[in-house]
């Protein structure tokens, strides 16, 4: 009986387009748009966490879709004129506003769940890192979307007026737009938002992934389970109220939740969004370690990775670095990366490190721990020439013959015209005089003082 | 005069204007703490969108059915319809920035409330005028997240944001007004 209400539910209502509109607005945004999410390390298909992150931040507009589409729905009994006959039945209002949020709670979850699996499709053919820490995000995520239909449904019930859908729908956009949290910041490691954290954590969208290896802190999840629970209750309650007192006190669990959460919820971003210790955990093959999350990589690396610190040996003697790390500290845009003696530090999304192979891997790694860079190049940053020219000089003169290193935003042919008059110079001196520059060059690389192509052509070190 | 009057009442007019009138002013306000800053496309595509969003609802009547049996000539009022919800919408925010912050310019508020204008026309032809302002609402969302970029799908994707005078902004716009106006004082709203 029951299953074949809802059947005639799902059919009689907005439930069947309201998930069908979630999931094509979605995969739309994912597929036909080329954005941050399909670039660098951090793309929505890298890890679980990044896919379950990327597939959550669409709520910023998924949510308010929700929201309208379920007043929508709460508007039905009113636009037939139907309301008053319905409180003459016998079956309590509750019944049937249980199937009416039912109906649209299963669309909506299903839409969104068939959103992540279209994700979860990609994900293993592209990393061996499994783990079912992602799970709560995706999870909030169905969730929330359920919680704003249902309050749509409720707040529409209780002002039927054919303006509420819209107001509803373009207040909730605000909503998520001014408590918006957004990664690319110059002061912050970790996405934060222009109000105050606890505040911004109540809006159920999060930031884009610019660090795959972030997650949201469980209580963060708590906190916005909470939250989502009491506006299902309100909207629930309003849905089935029918004085204007039950209405008032309808409220009482949204104000809850709203309580509740703010005391569970973190005040500081950093607590927010924390590193996912398991998934930085460094997986090694001798002196050459990856994070779990790129295991992947560790076979093309090791190899070239071997061979780069014994030319580094050869080079720098004592002063060698003895092991190449993924670098897997949080970092501002505007940070310059670590640059420790005696590890070569690197990150993926270098482009000089990511889309090297073999002999041209082996260059890279060379030059990197001959002058590590102080200005991070990636998606967001572009590093300077000047250190690229000195890192490929740097590694020519490790290798014995001058190249250009490929995958940055700065052409090879700027950066050969930068590096060779030095690399001339440089190769005409004896050896010893060679050798004394090309410590002086680490040395302030290392440091980060001085432009290391600057200290290459005889400059001194500031 | 009498006609219009219950015309204007049955098509949720004063509530619709309401609506236009205070998100246009509370964006104005957001705006003037220096939110977007001036010249921001963003919030002043926003406001358009929410004013023809509201306005959208009066494009249908309590009974569509029953309207149609009517024997007046529906073709010139509904576009009158249809061609007055942009020029309010429009109208609203130009006025609303004299007083002060510079929102947008005019070539850009005629641009997306013209573009705008004919997409809830559009939504109310084919969903109906209760479901017309989720193009409107879903297009501005698609277009605030989308990158940025110069390639001429992605330009037309995200036309209300361009800036005035980009060829393939104004296009988008046009034929979205021109084929909303016309599909909807031709066919009017879904039953």
């Given at each position: 009986m029951n299953v074949r209400v809802l059947r005639i539910e799902l059919r009689r209502s907005v439930a069947l387009w309201a998930g069908a509109v979630v999931l094509t607005t979605a995969l739309a945004f994912l597929y036909l748009l080329s954005g941050p999410w399909w670039n660098g390390t951090a793309l929505w298909t890298a890890q679980w966490t990044s896919m379950a992150l990327w597939t959550r931040s669409l709520l910023i507009f998924l949510w308010p879709l929700a929201v309208g589409l379920g007043a929508l729905q709460g508007l039905r009994d009113h636009r037939s004129n139907v309301s008053e006959l319905l409180t003459s039945t016998p079956r309590p209002a509750w019944h049937r506003a249980a199937t009416l949020a039912g109906a649209t709670a299963i669309t909506l979850a299903s839409a969104f769940g068939l959103l992540v699996l279209q994700g979860a499709v990609h994900v293993p053919a592209v990393t061996e890192y499994?783990?079912?820490?992602?799970?709560?995000?995706?999870?909030?995520?169905?969730?929330?979307?359920?919680?704003?239909?249902?309050?749509?449904?409720?707040?529409?019930?209780?002002?039927?007026?054919?303006?509420?859908?819209?107001?509803l729908a373009v207040c909730a956009f605000l909503f998520t737009n001014f408590l918006r949290q957004v990664p690319d910041s110059l002061e912050s490691a970790v996405p934060?938002?222009?109000?105050?954290?606890?505040?911004?954590?109540?809006?159920?969208?999060?930031?884009?992934?610019?660090?795959?290896?972030?997650?949201?802190?469980?209580?963060?999840?708590?906190?916005?389970?909470?939250?989502?629970?009491?506006?299902?209750?309100?909207?629930?309650?309003?849905?089935?109220?029918?004085?204007?007192?039950?209405?008032?006190?309808?409220?009482?669990?949204?104000?809850?939740?709203?309580?509740?959460?703010?005391?569970?919820?973190?005040?500081?971003?950093?607590r927010t969004y924390v590193v996912d210790e398991a998934a930085a955990a460094m997986v090694c093959d001798g002196p050459v370690c990856v994070t779990k999350a790129h295991q992947t990589r560790l076979d093309d690396l090791a190899g070239p990775g071997r061979k780069a610190l014994r030319l580094l040996h050869d080079a720098l003697g004592g002063q060698a670095p003895v092991a190449i790390r993924e670098s897997t500290a949080l970092r501002s845009l505007s940070d310059a990366p670590e640059r420790p003696r005696d590890a070569v530090l690197f990150d993926f999304d270098d482009g000089v490190i990511a889309t090297a192979k073999g002999e041209e891997l082996t260059r890279a790694l060379v030059a990197q721990g001959m002058a590590p860079v102080c200005f991070a190049r990636s998606d967001n940053e572009s590093g300077t020439s000047g250190e690229l020219a000195g890192?490929?000089?740097?590694?020519?003169?490790?290798?014995?013959?001058?190249?250009?290193?490929?995958?940055?935003?700065?052409?090879?042919?700027?950066?050969?015209?930068?590096?060779?008059?030095?690399?001339?110079?440089?190769?005409?001196?004896?050896?010893?005089?060679?050798?004394?520059?090309?410590?002086?060059?680490?040395?302030?690389?290392?440091?980060?003082?001085?432009?290391?192509?600057?200290?290459?052509?005889g400059g001194e070190s500031r | 005069m009498r006609w219009l009057t219950l015309y204007a009442r049955s098509r949720q007019v004063p509530a619709?204007?309401?609506?236009?009138?205070?998100?246009?002013?509370?964006?104005?306000?957001?705006?003037?703490?220096?939110?977007?800053?001036?010249?921001?496309?963003?919030?002043s595509a926003l406001v358009l969108a929410a004013g023809v969003t509201a306005a959208s609802i009066g494009l249908g009547g309590q009974d569509v059915a029953l309207e149609r049996t009517a024997a007046i000539r529906w073709v010139p009022r509904r576009a009158a319809h249809v061609l007055l919800i942009g020029t309010v919408v429009g109208a609203v925010l130009l006025a609303v920035q004299t007083m002060g912050e510079d929102l947008a310019t005019t070539a850009f508020v005629v641009r997306d409330s013209a573009g705008l204008m004919g997409l809830v026309a559009v939504g109310a032809t084919v969903f109906g005028a209760q479901y017309a302002w989720t193009l409107p609402i879903s297009w501005l969302s698609f277009s605030l997240f989308a990158p940025p970029s110069t390639n001429t799908p992605t330009q037309v994707a995200t036309w209300m944001l361009l800036p005035p005078g980009t060829a393939a902004g104004t296009w988008t716009a046009l034929v979205l007004t021109v084929a909303g106006t016309a599909a909807y004082a031709v066919a009017g709203p879904r039953r």
């Open positions: 499994t783990h079912l820490g992602w799970l709560p995000i995706s999870l909030v995520g169905a969730l929330s979307l359920v919680a704003g239909a249902v309050l749509g449904m409720g707040v529409a019930r209780a002002l039927p007026s054919p303006l509420t859908p819209p107001v934060t938002a222009m109000v105050p954290n606890r505040i911004s954590l109540l809006s159920p969208p999060v930031a884009g992934v610019r660090e795959v290896l972030l997650t949201l802190s469980p209580s963060v999840h708590v906190g916005q389970t909470l939250w989502l629970l009491g506006m299902i209750a309100t909207g629930f309650a309003l849905l089935a109220a029918a004085t204007p007192r039950a209405r008032l006190l309808a409220l009482t669990p949204l104000l809850a939740g709203a309580a509740l959460a703010l005391l569970v919820l973190p005040s500081d971003p950093r890192q490929s000089v740097a590694a020519g003169w490790v290798l014995g013959d001058l190249k250009p290193l490929g995958g940055t935003v700065h052409s090879l042919r700027d950066q050969l015209d930068l590096a060779r008059p030095v690399w001339k110079e440089l190769k005409a001196l004896p050896r010893s005089e060679q050798l004394s520059r090309i410590r002086a060059m680490h040395a302030a690389a290392v440091s980060c003082k001085g432009d290391p192509l600057d200290v290459l052509a | 619709s204007f309401a609506a236009v009138v205070i998100s246009a002013v509370a964006v104005w306000a957001l705006a003037r703490d220096g939110g977007g800053g001036p010249g921001d496309p963003r919030l």
